[in-house]
């Protein structure tokens, strides 16, 4: 399945199914309060496989028309009515992240300049002294090093190339500059070469078949494709076993294939817009697949960390906030969106505008009082990237951090990236050293980092008005009838929510109740 192109469809498949529910009043008959068994079937067939009833399933049910309860429970379990259910749920997690920039040009090669040959431009300074390419004739390498020749017109010192095999597409060699193929995984000087510090390296390239680059704009989309198919994946197997429909939200269990399995082993700590490290899936787990690999999909299980669709690579970096995550997943998933007071919003003072803390400034409290507990769920997950600061390796308060902060004295990478220790004002004072998703959290909202957005589900089912089932109930309704549900169908809602409840939140039999409900078949 494809996303975007499953989301085009959906409109074009749901056009029909809607036609039957939204007609105009003055083309109904006043005396047909519900659909005839033909119109109905053809409803049926529309909204759970996306097709048209044959002509021998239309004469069966002209005969008995008993047999639609049958066609009915024979559709929900079809293949079809999944690739449906997965379509719907595309549309509630916005699923495109085609903009989002695994690689940047940091570690990515290009033919530029004219040079036959792929070459880095970052990288041409440290290993030619100027931004120029290679010489267009092979590599001569004489004990171990790597012949150059110097060019007085550029004043650089160039090599030759040599073929390589790339990682996407073995089959067909490109030629590459002699210093940028180098194959070391790990330098002279104990550098790792697939990771930041392997750039500034001169005796680091981009590894074995150029595992650790992008040459031009090859490979990564395959990468993006596969986070969405995963998430598809666990979707599909949801609906398809008829398992508990929570299990979108705490299962732990995630998909990947060639594209992916070389990602997280070489490129997960590169030079990109994100950043995906600390790795989020165990790299113990990951099978061995080679990059063509794409249609071959094995399962992992990840860490107790992890819930479900919401920690995944995909939802992490469309929604690359903890504000922006549980934006969504209150929007799509309670019917709750963080909106402003119908009045609007009153900023009051100037001065209001220099209050940090969201949850105390005037025009945004109202908002923000809900919306940064929530967020706080996401505490662990980097934010402009998908990695998991495990409390092992990333305390929620750092005696390093906080010293750094204090003193003046330089601060790590970590430090800087996660934790409070540059304050804009006297109020981060008090959470110096701590982990940026502590940053004026109340008292009562300092475990939320630690629970994760599992908490946040289990706790959206759990209370009395059960947001989550009403929710899922609504949405599923509103998208079979083709429009939004109006005040005289809440008590209708709170029914299916109930038995959505009671049937162990099996989405199957949700969908059922609404299919054989007087409302769905009633003609508007």
């Not at 929530?374 to 600061?389: I, K, M, P, S, V």
């Amino acid at each position: 399945m494809n996303w975007l192109r499953s989301l085009t469809l959906v409109g074009l498949l749901l056009l029909p199914a809607v036609g039957v529910h939204a007609q105009d009043s003055a083309d109904c008959p006043e005396d047909s309060p519900r659909m005839d068994d033909a119109r109905y079937l053809r409803a049926l067939s529309l909204d759970l496989r996306g097709d048209l009833p044959s002509g021998d399933e239309l004469a069966l049910v002209a005969e008995d028309p008993g047999q639609i309860e049958g066609f009915i429970d024979q559709w929900l379990a079809s293949e079809e009515f999944v690739e449906r259910a997965v379509r719907l749920h595309g549309s509630l997690l916005w699923p495109n992240i085609s903009n989002v920039n695994l690689i940047n040009a940091s570690s990515t090669l290009f033919r530029s300049n004219g040079n036959a040959s792929y070459w880095n431009r970052q990288r041409s300074t440290m290993y030619r002294g100027g931004q120029e390419g290679c010489l267009d004739e092979p590599l001569e390498v004489i004990d171990g090093i790597i012949q150059t020749t110097y060019d007085p017109v550029t004043e650089t010192h160039r090599e030759g190339y040599v073929w390589v095999a790339p990682y996407y597409d073995p089959q067909n060699p490109v030629k590459v500059c002699g210093f940028d193929a180098q194959t070391a995984e790990v330098s002279p000087t104990g550098t790792q070469c697939n990771t930041r510090d392997g750039f500034g390296d001169v005796d680091c390239g981009c590894g074995p078949n150029l595992n650790y680059c992008r040459v031009g704009n090859n490979a990564l989309p395959e990468v993006l494709r596969s986070f969405g198919t995963d998430v598809e994946m666990r979707i599909a197997r949801v609906i398809r076993e008829d398992r508990s429909y929570l299990e979108l939200f705490t299962s732990r269990e995630a998909y990947v294939n060639g594209p992916l399995v070389h990602y997280w082993k070489n490129q997960t700590e590169v030079h990109a817009g994100v950043r995906l490290k600390p790795l989020p899936v165990p790299a113990e787990q990951l099978p061995d697949l080679e990059f063509s690999d794409d249609d071959t999909w094995q399962s992992i299980q990840l860490g107790e960390e992890h819930a479900g669709i919401l920690t995944s690579p995909l939802f992490l970096l469309r929604f690359q906030t903890g504000r922006a995550r549980a934006t969504r997943f209150s929007t799509a998933f309670l019917c709750q969106p963080y909106s402003p007071p119908e009045v609007g919003i009153d900023v009051g003072v100037e001065e209001n505008a220099l209050i940090q803390d969201l949850q105390d400034r005037p025009g945004c409290e109202a908002c923000h009082t809900l919306l940064e507990p929530d967020a706080a769920y996401w505490g662990r997950w980097t934010e402009a990237g998908a990695g998991y600061l495990a409390p092992e390796t990333f305390p929620s308060e750092s005696s390093e951090c906080y010293e750094c902060a204090t003193t003046g004295a330089l601060c790590s990478d970590d430090c800087n990236r996660y934790y409070v220790v540059s304050p804009l004002s006297d109020e981060s004072e008090e959470f110096l050293g701590m982990l940026k998703a502590y940053e004026f959290r109340e008292e009562a909202h300092m475990s939320n980092p630690e629970l994760g957005p599992k908490r946040l589900v289990t706790s959206a089912v759990a209370e009395a008005s059960g947001r989550l089932p009403a929710c899922v109930s609504r949405t599923a309704a509103s998208y079979l009838l083709g429009r939004e549900l109006d005040e005289e169908q809440t008590l209708w809602v709170e029914d299916l929510s109930t038995k959505f409840v009671g049937s162990g939140f099996s989405y199957r039999a949700l969908i059922r109740e609404i299919v054989t409900s007087p409302v769905y078949r009633s003609l508007r």
